[in-house]
């Protein structure tokens, strides 16, 4: 197969991360989210907040980080944040994004699949912001929404404050505007 | 409203992109695609195919003008390629998305805006190459369902390929390849 036709493949596998459903809703429909749409939304978000990371950030790394970094999905699943964080779920993802990534030709993949483990360890400016950015859509699915997926995966706040604390780590900023808006989720009640 | 809730604010009205419809169905889905899941996806095909564009491009920019290109489509709404190309259609997604650009503070939309004009008018190299991918995906998927969208909305082959061959403008040997392939499906009897 030449080279084209081979990266023709790897987009076509790709696609399957569009029926890869998440644990919230976009803001005002039914339906679930799926991790393709997510992948954009993030870039996005991290995009338009890079001035207040909390340190200088190469947002073009960023980016390609946010666009591969649910890859491994295609393979392992959608877990939800609160539940994820498993060796075994980890080393599932691992290999899902080493599989489609060789796809490519030509090794060209080994890039990526560097960069993917990058976003994973969070121990880079650039990572620690992606992996913030990250976790702000579902909030404010869940802040829009009285609180549906926390409510429907039973998720109680001190869960909700501890494992998104790590926003902190990639803009302190933002994580202070997110966390007085959960702050007044549990003043309405719809954080418990 | 503070920046960060500006941009918060923002982040939360191009969701809305999540529920424009398009008229091709993701390989091996039933559903219609929407125009976030085709952004993401456009994204990483233009990264990976990048070393095949005719002249060099900016692959940052690329990725930029691509993660944008639809946002007028939130108050315009998709219109297949081949009907889409009007006055009346440009202009109302041109306001579309500097409403949706204007969303973010202290004017920092108007790059964005500037780059949106860059991708529509297809003049730069990054535009030409922009462009040219925005059209791969879709061939994709009616290459790969026996046409489903040509037969759904009766385009004759003599327009898939007039509208196509601008691919070539942006990747000369990408032409080549999914050119084959459309003859291919002329062939099967698949393209009419």
Same sequence: chains 1, 2.
């Avoid at 490519?104 to 699949?113: A, I, S």
């Avoid at 790590?166 to 966390?179: D, H, K, M």
Wanted: hydrophobic content about 40%.
């Amino acid at each position: 197969m030449d080279k084209i036709e081979q990266i023709l493949s790897f987009i076509v596998e790709i696609e399957k991360l569009k029926d890869v459903h998440r644990k919230t809703r976009p803001v005002g429909l039914e339906r679930y989210e799926n991790s393709a749409e997510h992948s954009w939304h993030v870039c996005l978000t991290a995009l338009m907040l890079k001035d207040h990371a909390n340190e200088p950030v190469d947002i073009d790394r960023v980016i390609k980080m946010l666009l591969i970094h649910d890859l491994g999905e295609i393979d392992a699943g959608d877990t939800i944040i609160y539940q994820s964080e498993t060796a075994g779920n980890k080393a599932a993802e691992a290999a899902g994004v080493a599989r489609i990534l060789g796809l490519l030709p030509d090794g060209k993949g080994n890039e990526y699949l560097t960069l993917w483990h990058e976003f994973e360890a969070g121990e880079t400016a650039d990572s620690r912001y992606a992996r913030a950015i990250d976790r702000v859509p579902p909030l404010l699915h869940n802040l829009h929404s009285d609180g549906h997926s926390w409510r429907e995966n039973r998720v109680p706040k001190e869960k909700v404050f501890a494992l998104n604390a790590r926003i902190g780590q990639g803009s302190q900023a933002l994580w202070e505007t997110i966390r007085a808006r959960l702050e007044e989720a549990v003043d309405r009640g719809v954080l418990k």
